[in-house]
């Protein structure tokens, strides 16, 4: 089953917020965090991580917080979810490099190759602002 980590599902969460705030708004961890009753230092975390990825930008102080650091428009759903998770995969063998016993002799490996890739690309298709606008 393909199924995103609770952080992936929380950084959505933050990541939807910030784009509905506007892209030069920062807020903190905290305010995202009660938002949405998310714990706060994973939150923290997760934003971290995001920020790391370049997929926001964090600023210190009183002022202080986390913003987009890209138009909401421009950041997809995949690349928040990789920052997070890691590459999309649907089985074990989904990395091209892969030592498996059956490798040589199996059938379902290019298939769910495609059906991953058509996964991934509807991910890459879908802007943090397309999911920020769904959730009105």
Request: aromatic share 4%; no cysteine.
């Given at each position: 089953m393909l199924r995103l980590s609770k952080k992936a599902d929380y950084a959505l969460m933050a990541m939807t917020h910030l784009a509905l705030q506007g892209h030069a708004v920062a807020l903190s961890a905290r305010e995202i965090a009660e938002q949405y009753d998310i714990p706060i230092e994973l939150l923290a975390k997760v934003l971290q991580r995001l920020a790391r990825q370049g997929l926001l930008a964090s600023h210190q102080g009183t002022r202080g917080g986390y913003h987009l650091a890209r138009e909401a428009t421009?950041?997809?759903?995949?690349?928040?979810?990789?920052?997070?998770?890691?590459?999309?995969?649907?089985?074990a063998c989904s990395e091209e490099l892969d030592d498996c016993e059956?490798?040589?002799?199996c059938r379902v490996r290019d298939p769910l190759w495609r059906i991953k890739e058509r996964i991934l690309a509807a991910l890459e298709a879908y802007s943090v602002l397309d999911v920020a606008t769904d959730m009105k």
């Open positions: 421009t950041i997809s759903v995949a690349e928040v979810i990789q920052a997070i998770d890691g590459p999309v995969l649907v089985t059956q490798y040589s002799k």
